[in-house]
């Protein structure tokens, strides 16, 4: 069982930085891929970043391509996503997740704990 808590979301300018952190529990951290999605008010929860057990293979949705990163600290229990050059169309609640395994992809089906997401407000 692994329980993931975020933190970091917040109201912010434009063209702002956030960095997301998701702090897990258990001991195995190191045995699981993560990823953050988001959803945002009347829309799907859609894929945002991925990264391997390891921390060396990253995937991000296009969307975010070039503004975001995702890294992970497998000492510390803890999975980051850095946010730059925020838009206000990357307003939602970001969800940090697990998947069992050393990769996993965008599907939500892939990815078996989630968090209970935090709340990012981009103003405009």
């Known amino acids: 069982q692994v329980q993931l808590v975020e933190s970091g979301g917040g109201l912010v300018q434009a063209g702002g930085s956030l960095r997301l952190s998701c702090a897990a529990s258990?001991?195995?951290?190191?045995?699981?891929?993560m990823g953050w999605f988001r959803q945002a008010p009347g829309k799907e929860r859609e894929f945002v970043a991925t990264?391997?057990?390891?921390?060396?293979?990253?995937v991000y949705a296009d969307s975010v391509k070039g503004r975001f990163t995702i890294s992970k600290d497998n000492a510390k229990n803890t999975v980051y996503l850095q946010m730059d050059s925020l838009k206000p169309e990357d307003t939602a609640v970001y969800f940090c997740?697990?998947?069992?395994?050393?990769?996993?992809?965008?599907?939500?089906?892939?990815?078996?704990?989630w968090g209970q997401g935090t709340q990012v407000t981009v103003s405009s």
């Open positions: 997740a697990a998947a069992r395994g050393p990769r996993a992809g965008g599907g939500r089906d892939e990815y078996d704990y």
């Open positions: 258990g001991r195995t951290f190191g045995r699981y891929a």
């Open positions: 990264i391997s057990w390891s921390g060396v293979s990253t």
